[in-house]
């Protein structure tokens, strides 16, 4: 098969880009699921997808086996995510051989998250402790690898500082990074400043935001919990006022990504990345929304 195109190229055509995440299912049921809403989403033609890798190891055979069959069967543009955890550097090596090999071209370059039951980040025996340097192994490995990045709008949780997290990301960028994707966010002006400090600190590559439907109340409580990610009161709000009508929920929750969205491209972003949770529904809805 014809080796992926870089999504560096795609930020070329002088238009917004959309894409998606999926994370792999955890089990053949799963897998079969996830199928149909790839399926579903073909109508709305996503420029690339994602696929997050897992600590675990069955987690991380789901990554491959499901960036193959959305490549194969799908033909879409697949950006496996690959991070430090519970890999040797000669093994991060071999996994960088392997997606290479197998046409891909783009990878998301993570840290990672401590395993589970893990509070601290440890690098693994011979392993790797900062994104930055995953950043270098691969390029150092396959020059023709796109590699994107998080940048995190309201400072990664482990930051001592917001300085210091711009300053991290800046390492991995001139380490060869080609674009950053926001962590989720839900006040645009969190966003434009974000840009604004990146250029002054000279971080010129795309930097694309990261788009979540708050389509529950509890999910996207905890979500924000984990990445430090504000809940606007009136978001907060509007999504309590549906009680128990999910419908009502993710009504409000689409609504305000729509809004967010349109806002965005009007600053003229590079592209805007959906967070979809595997859901079909959300992502569809909001390209609806967004095509009136």
């Known amino acids: 098969m014809t080796p992926d195109r870089p999504i560096s190229d795609l930020f070329k055509l002088n238009r917004p880009l959309r894409s998606l995440e999926f994370f792999p299912p955890r089990d053949d049921a799963g897998v079969d699921a996830l199928r149909q809403t790839a399926k579903a989403l073909q109508r709305i ?13 069955s987690t991380r055979e789901r990554t491959a086996q499901v960036c ?5 069967d799908f033909g879409l543009t ?7 955890v519970g890999h040797s550097r000669v093994e991060l090596g071999g996994i960088a051989d392997r997606i290479h090999a197998g046409g891909f071209r783009n990878i998301m370059t993570l840290r990672g998250d401590p395993p589970k039951g893990q509070t601290e980040f440890v690098p693994y025996q011979d392993g790797l402790r900062y994104a930055t340097d995953l950043v270098a192994l691969l390029k150092a490995r396959h020059a023709d690898f796109c590699l994107g990045v998080g940048g995190y709008p309201e400072t990664h949780p482990e930051a001592p500082s917001a300085e210091a997290d711009l300053q991290n990301l800046k390492r991995k960028v001139d380490a060869g990074a080609a674009f950053v994707t926001t962590q989720l ?6 966003y434009y400043r974000f840009v604004n400090r990146c250029r ?23 979500i924000t919990g984990m990445c430090g990610t504000a809940l ?6 509007r999504l309590e006022s549906a009680g128990d009508n999910t419908e009502a929920m993710e009504a409000a929750g689409l609504d305000w990504a729509i809004t967010q969205i ?3 491209l009007g600053h003229g972003i590079p592209g805007y990345h959906l967070y979809i949770l ?3 529904k959300g992502a569809l809805a909001l390209a609806a929304g967004l095509a009136t």
């Open 45 to 57: 033609s996503p420029d690339f997808v994602s696929v997050t890798y897992g600590a675990g190891g």
């Open 68 to 72: 193959d069959f959305l490549r194969r």
């Open 78 to 84: 697949v950006m496996p995510h690959l991070t430090c």
């Open 185 to 190: 966010f839900f006040d645009n002006q969190v």
């Open 200 to 222: 002054k600190a000279g971080i010129a590559v795309p930097i694309v935001p990261g788009i979540m439907p708050a389509l529950s109340l509890k999910q996207i409580q905890r």
């Open 232 to 237: 606007p009161a009136d978001l907060a709000r």
């Open 262 to 264: 349109r806002d965005l």
């Open 278 to 280: 595997n859901r079909a």
